[in-house]
């Protein structure tokens, strides 16, 4: 069983258009991140929610609008994708909001051309 | 502004020899201090995590070592093996209730059989 799974794990895509990328975490944590990942590797976060409550959103362009529709899942729709959005988006989850181990997705590689 | 600072970037080591990753971080109410280990293609685990009031820990090959008043900490990985290629990620927990990870810009480990 697959903890933390994420789709679609490909992503291509053109410019101007509206993408949605879905999460799904079946350990019963609390807590659910997306994260992105960009060509050098750097990890940054962009949201958190706990409880379906955001509790972290960083400083990300507003086309970007996560949803959670309950615990176990962690939506995020991109609004008129531009060429630096393309990336690796990892959604993660954790037991509670704290230092607890946090559980990587496979990632969806978004690429906008 | 860059919180958690890596070093080095890039380590190539032969196999049985000792990889270090060393990181730095300014803010002092960093708390929580996970290094994770990330494969090509797949998502950030958690490898090991020490708290600040402890100078050591230690799982197996790999070691954290941690300096409070300097305000740094590595990872020690000892009799280094070629499935340990991989990119490596220090972190640190900001605390307080909108906890969060801040990442360190990765270090790509290469050992050589």
């Known amino acids: 069983d697959t903890a933390v799974s994420q789709t679609p794990k490909y992503l291509v895509t053109q410019m101007g258009n509206d993408k949605s990328i879905k999460c799904e975490q079946n350990l019963g944590h609390d807590t659910m991140y997306w994260y992105k990942q960009d060509s050098k590797k750097f990890l940054k976060i962009m949201f958190s929610?706990?409880?379906?409550?955001?509790?972290i959103n960083e400083t990300v362009p507003n086309r970007f609008s996560p949803k959670s529709p309950d615990k176990a899942h962690l939506n995020l729709h991109i609004n008129s994708l531009e060429l630096g959005d393309s990336a690796v988006y990892f959604c993660?989850?954790?037991?509670?909001?704290?230092?607890?181990?946090?559980?990587f997705g496979p990632g969806t590689r978004l690429t906008v051309t | 502004q860059q919180q958690v600072k890596q070093s080095p970037q890039s380590l190539i080591v032969q196999k049985g020899g000792i990889s270090i990753i060393n990181c730095a971080y300014e803010?002092?109410?960093?708390?929580?201090f996970p290094w994770y280990q990330q494969f090509p293609g797949k998502g950030p685990a958690l490898l090991i995590a020490?708290?600040?009031?402890?100078s050591e820990k230690k799982e197996g090959r790999f070691t954290i070592s941690f300096n409070k008043s300097a305000k740094q900490f590595s990872l020690h990985i000892m009799d280094s093996q070629p499935g340990d290629s991989a990119t490596y990620f220090c972190a640190a927990d900001s605390g307080g209730s909108n906890y969060k990870l801040t990442f360190g810009k990765g270090t790509l480990l290469t050992v050589n059989p």
């Open positions: 020490i708290r600040p009031d402890v």
């Open positions: 929610y706990n409880n379906k409550e955001l509790i």
């Open positions: 993660a989850s954790s037991q509670s909001r704290g230092p607890y181990e946090q559980y």
């Open positions: 803010n002092t109410a960093f708390d929580y």
